[in-house]
């Protein structure tokens, strides 16, 4: 088992760490939905590698609490981290910056949903404005030599050389 001490400030210190990147990771999602408000596509391609790269570093975040965690002997069920906090002063910082970092990442799932969300309504809309531009070419007139639109032959056509 790891030193209680060291482990709490270790905790205590990925705790800032992870709520830090927490709060980038928000500015992102804030960013993307601007972008997908504003219909900027090539925006949300960058946008797209930066939250990749940010939920990366969060996950990593996450393991070396674990590790720390489990370390310190609480194992590595999802409640070890409220189990350690379980074992601190009411008045401990990483009580607050615990709830803080929750509330954040509550905001975050909320956020990307309904960017997931505005995303799945921009494909509809796509996809509707495609079904309709392909259908009204099939129906468009074609033009001849003189530039002068020539009806569209439908079926099969018989009797060609």
Do not use: C
């Amino acid at each position: 088992m790891t030193n209680p001490s060291f482990a709490d400030e270790r905790l205590a210190a990925l705790l800032d760490e992870e709520n830090h990147e927490l709060d980038g990771f928000l500015r992102l999602l804030e960013r993307e939905q601007g972008a997908l408000g504003a219909g900027e596509v090539d925006r949300l391609v960058v946008l797209a590698e930066e939250k990749a790269a940010a939920f990366s570093r969060l996950a990593a975040i996450g393991r070396r609490r674990a590790e720390t965690l489990i370390g310190a002997g609480f194992g590595g069920r999802p409640e070890a981290f409220e189990a350690w906090l379980a074992r601190l002063p009411e008045k401990a910082p990483a009580r607050a910056r615990w709830q803080r970092l929750r509330e954040a990442a509550a905001r975050a799932h909320d956020i990307n949903r309904r960017n997931g969300e505005l995303i799945r309504m921009r494909l509809l809309h796509n996809r509707q404005a495609l079904a309709l531009l392909l259908s009204l070419a099939d129906q468009a007139a074609l033009y001849g030599p003189d530039g002068q639109a020539q009806p569209r032959p439908s079926g099969r056509q018989i009797d060609l050389a």
